[in-house]
Each structure stands twice: as C-alpha cells, then as structure tokens.
C-alpha cells in the first residue's frame, strides 16, 4: 500500500492528496509537512503561477531567505503587476521545500501570470499561492481582497453577487466563536502534531468549505472557476505522468471545487480564449510588515511576527515569546526581571483556562505583557506590537535569481557602498566630503530621480552645512516593481537616471521644474543629463515673463551653485542664468507686486523672500557681477517699501528685509511705520503692513521686544482703532502674534502692561523688569563667559589674541 492510500482518515483514497490550507498559517504549514511525510507523494502540486516553476530550486540555496514573494510583471508595462508572498510558516513554502529535501517534483498549477496579468487593466488580481495575490492591475500599489484564510470570499445566494463573506468568520460563528483569529488558533494553532491521523485536518475543513461552496457558491467571484478549471487539467496531467501518489497543496475554499468530477472539454472551454501578455517573473524580498493586513495586503494576517514565533518554536511557544518581549524592552531601557517574565506566562496561563482555551494565545499574551511587563501602559506595547507581534524582518532572495539589468547594478553599487536595503526605517547621516558618503548620497539622489523612493530627505539633527546630509531609508518590497519600470531608461542606474532627467526637463512645463531638476541633476551627479537640462532652462527663463514663476525658479538654482561647490561639480554656465534671471526679477517685481488681492498678496510676499534670501547666498558665490545684484535687489526693496500702490504686507516685508541688512536704519524704519500706522490709513491696510514687517517667522518678535519705540507705535495704533474695523483687523494680528513663542509673547506682554517707553521716554533698561539694567553687569558677564567659551571651541588656558579677545567683548554684551 503506498503513502497515498489513506482510507478513510483521508479525503478521497482514489484521488490526488487534496491538502486545503489557510495561508500564512503555521497550523496549516505544519499540517502540511506531517502529511507530506507520512503520504511521500511523487510530485507536489502548489496553488501559484505556474511560469514560476524555473524558480522553484532556488528556494532551496543557502542565501534564500523568507519571507520573500514571486513577483509577475507584463514585460511592456511592468508597472502592471502582482506579488505571491511566501513566508517561513506559509504551507506552500513549507510543501516546496518538503520536495526539494526529498528530490520530488514540484509545480505550481494556477492560472498563468501571462493571463491574469492581462485580465482588467487597474482590477486586482484573484491568483496567488498566498492567497490571492498581492495584485496590480497597472499599480504596483494596488491590493486584492481576501477573506481571512487568503482566499476570495463568497455572498450568499440572495446577497449581492459583489459582496465577500469571510469562509472562517461564518465557521467560527458556527462554532460559538465571534473572533474568527481565535477560532482558528484554538481548533488548529494549536493542536499538536502528531495527535491522530495527520490528514484528518485536511478532511474536516474540506468538508466545512464543501459546505459553504454549496451555500455561496463563487459568491459572483466567477473568476475562479477559469482558475479552478485551469488547476483541474493540471492535476490530470500530473496523474497521468506519476499515478495516484499526487499532492495538491492550495488554499481550503478550492479543494471542493478540485474534488469535483468535471469533463476536460468543460474546462478547456473556460480557458478558451483568454487574454495574454508577456510576462516575466522572478523572486524578490519581502516582509513581514508586508504580510500583515495593515499594510493593505488582502490576504494578509494580523500577527506575521507571532505566526512567525509560533511555527519556528520547538516547544513553550508562550515562555519563549514572553523572553523576546522582555529582550526588546531591555534594549529600550525599561526594567523587566526575570520575575516579570515568570509572572507573565503564569498570568497568560491563567487567562486561558479563563476564558476556555486550550493554551494561551495572542490576546492572553498581550493581556499579561500589558499588566505585568508594561504597568497597565499601552506605550511600550505599542512597541512590542510593531516589532514582535508583527516584525520588520526582511527576506532575502540569491543573486542567482532573474532580474532586470538595472536591478542587478543597483544590487552591486549597494554593495560596494555597504549600503543594504533594511525593513525597519531608519536615519543615516551622510558627511559628503567622504568618498562613500558622496557615492551613498548620489545613489539615492539618482533613485529618487527614477521615482524608486528607497531614501526620503530629512532635516539634520546636527550640522545644517551643505556638506552634511540626512535620509530616511526604508525598503519596502514594492520598489522592486519600480526598478523593472525604471528599467526602459537604461541598464545603470546612472544610465537610467541620466536618460530619464533629459526626458523630464524636455517633458516639464514649468520653469521651476526645470530649474528643479537642475538641482537634482547636481545631487546626482550626472554631468551627461546638465547640459540638455541648461539648454531647456536657458530657453524657458528667456520666454517666461511671470515674474511669480521666476522667483519660484531662482532659490532652486543659487542652491544647485553652493551643492556644486560641495560636490566639485562644474556650475559655470548655472551662475549665468542664475545672475540673468535675478535681473529679470529685479526688473518685474516693482509692476507686478500692483493691484493684487490679499491672497495675491501674501503669494507674492513668499517670492519676495526666497528671492531675498536666493540673492543672498548668490552674494556668496563667485562670479562676475554677482556682487552688485545684492545692491540693486536692495533698491528694488526701497522702491516697493514707498510705493503706495504696493499692498501693505509686501512694503511691510521690504522695510523688514531693509532693516535686517542694515541699510535701513532704525529711525528711519520707525518712521516709516508711523506713517503707516497714522489715522489716515485704513486699519486693514495697517494690520497687513505690520503682518508684512513682524510676521511670517522673521523674528519680528524679538525686534519689538528690543525696540520699544516700534512696539510703542503698533501699541498705540491698535489703542486707536475704531471699534467698528477691530474686528476686521483681528484675525490679521492674531495670526501674526501667535507665530511668536511662547516666551516673546509672555515679554510683549509684560512690556505692554507695563507700557513701551514708560510712556514717557523711560526705556526698558531703567524700567526695573527683571533681565532689563541701565547698564552691563560685568560681574553676571564674567560668571557665564567660561560657559560660552567651551561651548564657542576657545581654550581657556591660553592668552586669547585680538579676534578671542574681540569675542568676549561680544560674549559680555551678550551675557550683560
């Protein structure tokens, strides 16, 4: 009698070993593996695309680590894809290794990719050996549905054909349960191996889903009877090739329809005259984060992590889950003892036989952790539950398996410049006056550049020098899909970066996306794409004559000079458009800042200060005539501070950016504003004026905490506004003072009640408000000098020279 002659602990003792599992399930996976021991069939058949079959040995090489997922993609449009994920504790992974240990064939038998990939552009895909498949239709973002064991639930007869019941929820309902995870972990999470006949699992959840397929039917999922028709031939052509001793492992909500005795002709017409297209396909990492349904993932589970633990445990799956979670919040510092660990599996314990369960399981778990190893807080649960209950492993996946030429490139440049793709996000720091510093940085420029979003920009801890830079590096197993569409640019990734900046700057319809991809071109160091980027500049500034689109272009472009001096890159030819377009502006601003709205107005005020402080770093760079555009940008200020046809927050704004430069001086600054602020000027037209000078986060708190006579001018102006316009010109005030911190706000306060000059010339100096002296304290001056010294880099034990001792005279000004 061979291993497939089961009687009646089996399902059928004539037919192939039909093994219906819950994907992702451990239980399942385990189940899997007895029963493939004990039947030794010759050949196991994997629910999966079947144009994966080249890709099965190398699942069994040393460096294929899971989770990892088959990845199809339509070879004209690999945006058009889908995923069949596979984790450790996942039964067709686990079937697919049983048959290469024991050198058995094994085949995926679903419907092809080269149809499914082609069947309804942006609809999610309904094939997977994880259940469903992780579809794209035309997005790689794009998700199937599932139920909750993986595979597409059904409606019952009288309900709507699109709605889904979930084939476990109405078992577990059934059975008394209103949580159909718990159901599962207690009728087959737990229940050990060995206890019985290995395939009787396999029979009774055949039963229940023969059960719900009379009832539900495909529920108006009529896609899968093409894909069940599909399998059933192949399960015939595998019997006649190897007999009786044949193995299906594929989702439960199948099996019946497997089992069903049908004619080969009426399969055959259900797969007659499918749409195709050509696809390839090959493995790619995966994560556990990927595979839990808070990622979106259909057919996705709650707890990959805990799975995870629960099928790689030899034994005391609770005591061993109990020692990680104390590990992880020792590593963040939290105190957990030995003792909290022993209490927490007695209470998990305890609250099983509580509540009926046969052992504890996750919601035991969780509960005693809470209580016992987190004191009631769901803080560091939080954490527990983000890196254990659902993990951020990241699968691996050999050099030898098939990719597009880009991807290998970008394989051999991560590592050269030992950068490895991690699940977890994470910060890294780059110094780019370091060679593989310089070399990390301009990978990830020319990947963002590609649109593959490895590495996201973030603001610097540390050093905010155009030498330092900060990224935020997160892989996540959809960028594979990315990287085979970034593929038609070019076989590198400098390649591909070079041909895609010289088709986006001829594609770009505004000045400041060309001037943008300038400065992307300088980040990513690709000196082949600058010139057809400065050539389409050259000619958009020449024909733009919005001057809001020239000043949004300028800032992009003075930042790209000061990166090429950074990166020693040319910029020559950017310095000259840059100088050029500054003089248009300088020539534009005055007439365009004429007859506009407030919205119009504020827009404009925001140009007014990119290009001020774009002019200011321009200042810095050399090249010839760049000294004097500082000056003339200071008489294009003067002229919009005066004109009366400029609305109030941009003239407001000029005469701040004036007073800032030091060519305004404070008593001429002040008489401005008391102009402004003089009766005859409308409130609204006063409040924007004031908006513009002290607003916007320029510091214009600190100005009037350390000049009352401008404080004393905005007082009494807003003492003599009418009652009637108040409140027109609250909402103006309000949203200029609440910028301010906390801090400034209290001292205006303080200084307003107290009243600005005394209101008899008195300053703040001799007022008596604490922090305020007529004069320098050189006692206070000289306690917090040490201080300043360390933290400035001055040693203290030598005699300080002139330019030292020119800084403690400042540091005393300051401490005084």
Not at 628 to 643: C, G, K, N
Request: glycine share 12%; with cysteine; aromatic share 4%.
């Amino acid at each position: 009698m061979t291993g497939l002659d089961r009687g009646a602990s089996g399902a059928a003792g004539d037919g192939p070993l039909l093994l219906g599992v819950r994907h992702h399930g451990p239980g399942s996976a385990r189940a899997v593996r007895a029963a493939l021991d004990a039947a030794r069939p010759q050949v196991v058949l994997i629910e999966g695309p079947p144009e994966a079959d080249a890709l099965i040995p190398l699942a069994a090489e040393e460096d294929m680590r899971p989770p990892v997922a088959l990845l199809a993609h339509a070879v004209d449009e690999p945006g058009r894809s889908a995923f069949w994920p596979l984790a450790e504790f996942s039964p067709e992974w686990v079937a697919i290794r049983w048959a290469g240990r024991h050198e058995v064939p094994a085949r995926f038998i679903d419907l092809p990719a080269t149809h499914s990939l082609a069947w309804g552009r942006g609809e999610a895909l309904d094939e997977g050996a994880a259940g469903d498949g992780e579809g794209t239709g035309g997005d790689a973002d794009a998700e199937s549905g599932a139920g909750a064991d993986g595979e597409p639930s059904a409606d019952g007869p009288a309900a709507d054909a699109d709605v889904r019941i979930d084939p476990l929820a109405v078992l577990a309902e059934a059975a008394g349960y209103d949580d159909a995870e718990r159901w599962w972990e207690d009728v087959v999470e737990h229940r050990g191996i060995g206890e019985g006949d290995v395939f009787a699992p396999f029979a009774v959840l055949e039963e229940a889903m023969g059960a719900l397929r009379e009832a539900y039917g495909t529920g108006g999922h009529e896609r899968d009877l093409v894909r069940e028709a599909y399998m059933r031939l192949q399960v015939r052509a595998a019997q006649r090739e190897f007999g009786a001793e044949v193995a299906v492992v594929c989702g439960a909500w199948h099996v019946p329809a497997l089992r069903r005795k049908t004619a080969v002709a009426a399969d055959r017409a259900l797969l007659k005259g499918l749409p195709k297209v050509k696809a390839d396909m090959t493995w790619v990492p995966w994560t556990h984060r990927r595979l839990s349904r808070v990622s979106g993932y259909g057919a996705g589970i709650d707890s990959p992590g805990w799975y995870g633990h629960l099928f790689a445990a030899p034994d005391r799956p609770v005591e061993r889950w109990m020692t990680k979670v104390a590990g992880l919040l020792r590593d963040e510092d939290r105190i957990v003892s030995s003792a909290h660990v022993i209490e927490a599996v007695r209470l998990a314990e305890t609250l099983a036989a509580m509540r009926g369960r046969p052992l504890a399981g996750l919601g035991e778990t969780t509960d005693a952790v809470r209580a016992v190893m987190c004191e009631g807080s769901d803080v560091p649960l939080a954490l527990v539950h983000d890196r254990l209950v659902v993990g951020d492993v990241l699968g691996e996946v050999p050099q030898a398996a098939p990719a597009v030429p880009l991807q290998r490139d970008l394989d051999r440049t991560q590592r050269r410049l030992r950068l490895k793709p991690e699940a977890l996000e994470r910060e890294l720091e780059l110094d780019l006056r370091k060679e593989t510093d310089a070399g990390r940085s301009r990978l990830l420029h020319r990947l963002r550049l590609l649109g593959i979003a490895w590495g996201e920009p973030a603001v610097s801890r540390g050093s905010t020098g155009t030498f330092r830079e900060t990224w935020r590096l997160c892989w996540e197993p959809e960028l594979s899909v990315r990287v085979a569409e970034a593929g038609v640019w070019g076989t590198t990734v400098l390649a591909a970066a070079t041909a895609k900046a010289e088709a986006d700057a001829l594609g770009a319809q505004a000045l400041a996306d060309v001037t943008g991809l300038a400065e992307h071109c300088l980040l990513a160091e690709l000196p082949e794409a600058l010139p057809v980027v400065m050539r389409v500049l050259a000619d958009r500034a020449a024909l733009d004559t919005d001057v809001g689109h020239l000043a949004q272009a300028l800032p992009a472009l003075v930042r790209s000079l000061r990166y090429g001096d950074v990166r020693g890159t040319g910029t020559g030819a950017l310095a000259g458009v840059a100088a050029g377009l500054a003089e248009r502006i300088f020539v534009g601003l005055p007439p365009a800042c004429t007859a506009l709205d407030a919205d119009a107005a504020e827009e404009m005020r925001r140009h007014v200060d990119a290009v001020h402080g774009a002019v200011g770093l321009l200042d810095d760079v050399p090249g010839p005539g760049h000294r004097d555009l500082r000056a003339r940008w200071q008489s294009v200020l003067r002229v919009l501070s005066v004109r009366d046809t400029v609305p109030g927050v941009i003239r407001g704004r000029a005469v701040r950016l004036l007073l800032d430069d030091g060519e305004l001086g404070q008593d001429e600054a002040a008489r401005l504003m008391g102009l402004v602020l003089s009766p005859g000027t409308p409130p609204g037209d006063a409040a924007a004026w004031i908006e513009g000078f002290v607003g916007g986060g320029s510091g214009g708190g600190m100005l009037l905490v350390h000049d009352e006579r401008l404080l004393g001018l905005v007082d009494a102006w807003l003492t003599g506004v009418p009652g009637e316009a108040f409140t027109d010109v609250l909402p103006l005030l309000r949203r200029t003072f609440s910028a301010y911190e906390p801090g400034v706000r209290r001292t205006l306060g303080e200084l307003v009640r107290r009243g600005p000059g005394e209101r008899g010339g008195v300053t703040a100096a001799g007022s008596g408000i604490p922090g305020f002296a007529a004069d320098l304290d050189p006692a206070r001056a000289e306690a917090v000098l040490p201080v300043l010294r360390l933290l400035l880099g001055l040693d203290g034990s030598a005699r300080p020279g002139r330019a030292e001792e020119d800084i403690d005279n400042d540091l005393a000004g300051v401490a005084g």
